[in-house]
Nanobody, 116 residues
Framework: QVQLVESGGGLVQPGGSLRLSCAAS????????MNWYRQAPGKERELVAA????????NYVDSVKGRFTISRDNARNTVYLQMNSLKPEDTAVYYC?????????WGQGTQVTVSS
């Protein structure tokens, strides 16, 4: 069974940094692109960052460009989201996502709160 488990969320001050991890299992991790989404209260879930199978190409929503970096370690079946210069508007539940055989899979989410 496909499983995605996020970790690394927490409370951080504006301008601070946080690194999220997503441990994947149940599929051939290196064969699939991976994504990070986030959802703030009252808002739609939005795609934050995406990375290709080998990590050679990445894409980001405009609001996080230059601050967030998605990466992956295929040997560890893990995708990361390094978040720097965090802003209060980054506060959300962050979800790891994979599309495997045309099915969306989601982790349980990890809460990121940016507040002074």
């Amino acid at each position: 069974q496909v499983q995605l488990v996020e970790s690394g969320g927490g409370l951080v001050q504006p301008g601070g940094s946080l690194r999220l991890s997503c441990a994947a299992s149940g599929f051939t991790f290196s064969n699939y692109a991976m994504n990070w989404y986030r959802q703030a209260p009252g808002k739609e879930r939005e795609l934050v960052a995406a990375i290709t199978r080998s990590g050679g190409s990445t894409n980001y929503v405009d609001s996080v460009k230059g601050r967030f970096t998605i990466s992956r370690d295929n040997a560890r079946n893990t995708v990361y989201l390094q978040m720097n210069s965090l802003k209060p508007e980054d506060t959300a539940v962050y979800y790891c996502n994979a599309v495997v055989l045309y099915t969306n899979y989601w982790g349980q989410g990890t809460q990121v709160t940016v507040s002074s």
